[in-house]
Each structure stands twice: as C-alpha cells, then as structure tokens.
C-alpha cells in the first residue's frame, strides 16, 4: 500500500493541527494504522496507532490527551488530531501501516511508510 500524509506547516504555540494520511494501491481497512515523527537530530518515534476498525487506539504517553487518531475505511483515510502544540511538538510526521489488525505497531513491523508531513509549532 502506497501511502501520502498531508495537512502540516506553521503554527503557533497552543494550536491545532489535522493531519492525514490517503492510502492507496493495496490493503488498507485490515491493518493497524499508525502514526510516527522524528524531531530534528532524533530518532523517529510512536505516535499513535488505531486497530483495523477503529475500535482501539494507543498512544505515547508524550501524547495522550492532545493526540487523537481515527480511521475512515470507507474513504482509506487515518487521521491525526494535534491540539494545544507545543514548540517540541515540532518534527516530520510519518503516517505508517502496520503487518497485523489488532495491537499496535512498532517501528519493527511497519509495512509501509508515507513521506512525512512537517509540522513546526513556533514560540
């Protein structure tokens, strides 16, 4: 599966953001979906996952309570909510799939990555 994210850029300290993530070309409602980011100079990190059907969701504990994720099969669509952005919020953002449909998914069984959408939150 083909993956493109979008929906970053420029914003203040204590705003919002809606990232996405199209999918195309293969599988897409049976697998976990998640998202990723990497910060300038360090390595790339989970984010948040939601399970094939939405049911389950996971989060960082970095990110829990101002990240939502959640998936719209119909359209091959995961989404990322980011509220209340902070200046360390800043990083490349990476929409992933993951190999199975339930659980989580880790940086070791990504199936497939987007190209990363940037996100830089200002002072």
């Known amino acids: 599966v083909q993956l493109q994210a979008f929906g970053g850029g420029l914003v203040q300290t204590g705003g919002s953001l809606r990232l996405s993530c199209a999918a195309f070309?293969?599988?897409?409602?049976?697998?976990?979906m998640g998202w990723f980011r990497q910060a300038p100079g360090k390595g790339r990190e989970f984010v948040a996952s939601i399970t094939w059907n939405g049911a389950n969701t996971y989060y960082a504990d970095s990110t829990k309570g101002q990240f939502t994720i959640s998936r719209d099969n119909a359209k091959n669509m995961v989404n990322l909510q980011i509220n209340s952005l902070k200046p360390e919020d800043t990083a490349v953002y990476y929409c992933a799939a993951g190999s199975r449909p339930f659980g989580t998914v880790t940086l070791a069984d990504v199936r497939s990555w987007g190209q990363g959408t940037l996100v830089t939150v200002s002072s």
């Open positions: 070309g293969g599988l897409f409602s049976g697998y976990v």
